[in-house]
């Protein structure tokens, strides 16, 4: 049985940092791509960066470029999200997914098979 399990959110500041991980289970880790996703409240869960193997080529929404780093440790079986400089509008319960993407599909939710249960960031001001 495959397991997605985030960790790491939690209440922050405007300006403060939070790592979330991802530990991932019963899956072949690393011929997989992984993604995070959020869902901010009363809004669509909306794509956020994926990470492709075999290059661990990244991609991350606009919305977050040169603040989010996405990165995966195979070893571990683990894809991390780093978030520096949070903003009140990165409120969010942020997910972790796995799947097989393409390059005109990474953004949607349809590639991605498994999905973990969700870790809440909050941003105040």
């Known amino acids: 049985q495959v397991h997605l399990v985030e960790s790491g959110g939690g209440s922050v500041h405007t300006g403060d940092s939070l790592t979330l991980s991802c530990a991932v289970s019963g899956l072949t880790f690393d011929v997989n791509d992984m993604a995070w996703f959020r869902q901010a409240p009363g809004k669509e869960r909306e794509f956020v960066s994926v990470?492709?193997?075999?290059?661990?080529?990244?991609h991350y929404a606009d919305s977050v470029k040169g603040r989010f780093i996405i990165y995966r440790d195979n070893a571990k079986n683990t894809v991390y999200l780093r978030m520096v400089n949070l903003l009140p509008e990165d409120t969010a319960v942020y997910f972790c997914a796995a799947g097989v993407v393409t390059e005109s599909n990474y953004y949607t939710e349809i590639p991605y098979q498994y999905w973990g249960q969700g870790t809440q960031v909050t941003v105040s001001a």
């Open positions: 990470i492709v193997v075999p290059r661990w080529a990244t």
